[in-house]
């Protein structure tokens, strides 16, 4: 299978720097797919799953946040605001934080608030979710 250069960074650090053979990206659309040859392409990331096929077949999966995918010129980069592979997650610490966003969503709080508080119900299920499925 044809491999394209990917680079995935995060403001604290660089998450993969490589050869790779697919790319699985969450958007608002729903998951987003890129392979080797892919047009030229910019889209928004939501919070959800990364995963990506490496260039010796391994896949690799982290959670996202909100960022931004590029593939230009048969090469890839993914920036987003943070990436945490699943053995980096802590899942007692992420169901809490579900659980703090939820009820700030339901105190009924201005609509910044509420928009602020459903992108850390995002963020925090997507953290869960990459958790079990990483075991």
Do not use: N, W
């Amino acid at each position: 299978m044809k491999a394209f250069h990917l680079r995935v960074l995060a403001p604290e650090r660089m998450f993969f720097d490589g050869e790779c053979t697919s790319l699985m990206v969450p958007t608002i659309d729903g998951m987003y797919g890129l392979m080797a040859q892919h047009e030229d392409i910019v889209l928004a990331i939501v919070p959800g799953k990364l995963t990506l096929r490496d260039a010796d077949d391994a896949e690799q999966i982290a959670a996202v946040s909100e960022g931004v995918l590029k593939m230009e010129h048969g090469e890839a980069l993914v920036l987003v605001d943070t990436i945490e592979r699943p053995e980096e997650i802590d899942l007692h610490r992420a169901e809490e934080m579900a659980a703090e966003a939820r009820a700030e969503l339901d105190a009924h709080h201005s609509a910044q608030e509420q928009a602020i508080a459903r992108a850390r119900i995002a963020r925090a299920v997507s953290r869960i979710h990459v958790k079990h499925d990483g075991k």
